[in-house]
């Protein structure tokens, strides 16, 4: 697995960006990556970046109705990445001029 196909997306909910703050930023990974994989793929795509940790969660698939139809949501695997203090922020959303 390469280091560019372990982080998916950002994960950008109340939640996630009130961690902001805390210098806890939140991907969608690779579910077969592990949390070196995560820690390699973060400091390789942003540039400054050290990463202190590196917490994992499995979210299991929700049961959903539509009327009568029934299904589930996706799995995936969720990264919780806390930098370190000498480490330069990731600016998910640059602002436009």
Do not use: C, W
Not at 45 to 60: C, D, P
Request: cysteine-free; charged content about 30%.
């Amino acid at each position: 697995m390469e280091l560019s196909e372990v982080v998916l997306r950002p994960i950008v909910t109340e939640q996630s960006m009130a961690g902001m703050d805390e210098r806890k930023y939140t991907f969608e990974v690779d579910r077969r990556a592990n949390k070196t994989h995560i820690r390699q793929a973060v400091e390789a795509m942003f540039e400054g970046v050290k990463v202190a940790q590196v917490n994992t969660v499995n979210v299991h698939p929700k049961a959903k109705r539509m009327g009568r139809y029934t299904g589930f949501t996706r799995r995936y695997k969720k990264a919780i990445v806390t930098l370190t203090e000498d480490s330069k922020n990731i600016e998910l959303f640059a602002e436009a001029e």
